[in-house]
């Protein structure tokens, strides 16, 4: 889909960011005044970044505790190491840095010095998937396969400014290690912070519907509740899924709607390879049901510079590629 089409009054190059979200609010920087908010009431909470404090939101927290917080300069090997030598002290360390510098450099010392023993390491990453046009040395295509892998690690992909600012403090309250990619900046909020609220480890119901099921992570439940509302046009009623948290995985949530509609497909800003969909995958593979399943997300391939619309048509991650996807999936039943 390389040039521009109308498809039901947006065009499928359009960013779904544009598409979607004209009347929704922003938050500047969630995380880092989430941080600041936990660290307020928690003493041993520290931040680390490795040269990209600004980057990551964690500058505020600098500002406000000069004194707990620890620039590593560009060494995200050591960034690790001295998060995970805090945690055996008794502290509890925010380390942020981008998903490509965390997941494919410091690798080894993830799992060894972190997860293996269980360390109370907050690994926060910027740049998650497609955010980014800087090209495939800063896109975290892989980092969720990656960290999934790992025995004793936590994995989160929130939606939103909301879904950041909660589990902020909820991972600050829980003992162990924890992946978590942020949006940072102007986030927009996507869930009503009035009546949503993140549990680790649950997936959340967000619409309801009789035809098929859309099970999404990350920026991309964004793009799934637009899709439902443009496939009610059409008479297609469609269920939405979160899944904010990868690791553990709510397969009770995801089994309950697959049997409902007997057709799903997942949506995330991720290689199609060990993420959303390849969990939802197995969870279903498992269970011994028999579903029509389809994945959306980033092909098997390093992505190019661009845009981020453009390289979000490019790669399939529009909310017209969700919708085409949708009733191609749901033809197949006929």
């Known amino acids: 889909m390389n040039n521009p089409q109308t498809h039901r009054g947006f065009t499928v190059a359009m960013s779904v960011s544009e598409a979607v979200t004209e009347a929704l609010t922003t938050v500047e920087k969630p995380f880092g005044h989430a941080l600041i908010a936990v660290a307020r009431q928690n003493p ?18 600098g500002q406000e505790f000069p004194h707990r917080y620890f620039q590593m ?14 945690s055996r002290v008794g502290y509890i360390p925010f380390a942020t840095t981008y998903c490509v ?4 450099r410091a690798y080894d010392f993830i799992a060894v010095d972190i997860a293996l023993g269980r360390a109370n390491v907050k690994i926060i990453a910027g740049l998650p998937g497609l955010t980014t046009g800087y090209g495939a040395t800063h896109q975290g295509i892989d980092d969720l396969a990656l960290m999934r892998a790992i025995p004793n690690m936590v994995v989160i992909d929130p939606c939103d400014a909301t879904e950041i600012q909660q589990v902020v403090p909820a991972i600050a309250e829980y003992g162990g290690p924890v992946y978590m990619r942020i949006l940072r900046g102007q986030v927009k909020q996507v869930l009503d912070p009035k009546t949503y609220r993140f549990e680790l480890g649950k997936a959340k119901l967000l619409r ?31 269920t939405v899924l979160h899944v904010p948290t990868l690791k553990p995985l709510d397969q009770d949530a995801i089994i309950q709607v697959a049997e409902a509609t007997r057709t799903v497909l997942t949506l995330e800003n991720h290689s199609v390879l060990g993420g959303l969909g390849s969990a939802v995958a197995e969870t279903l593979c498992m269970a011994g049901l028999s579903v029509t399943l389809a994945k959306i997300g980033i092909p098997d391939q390093f992505v190019e510079c661009g845009s981020i619309p453009y390289l979000t048509d490019k ?12 009733k191609e999936i749901l033809s197949r039943r006929k």
């Open 44 to 61: 041993n909470v520290v931040g680390l970044t490795a040269d990209l404090g600004k980057y990551t939101d964690i500058d505020i927290f």
């Open 73 to 86: 300069g560009m060494a995200e090997q050591n960034l690790i190491g001295v998060a995970a030598g805090l």
């Open 101 to 104: 510098f965390a997941t494919r």
């Open 208 to 238: 309801q519907g009789r035809d098929l099921t859309l099970i999404s992570t990350g920026l991309m439940t964004q793009q799934a509740l637009q899709a439902a509302d443009l496939l009610k046009q059409d008479g297609i009623e469609a």
């Open 315 to 326: 790669y399939g991650l529009s909310t017209w590629h969700v919708i085409q996807t949708a």
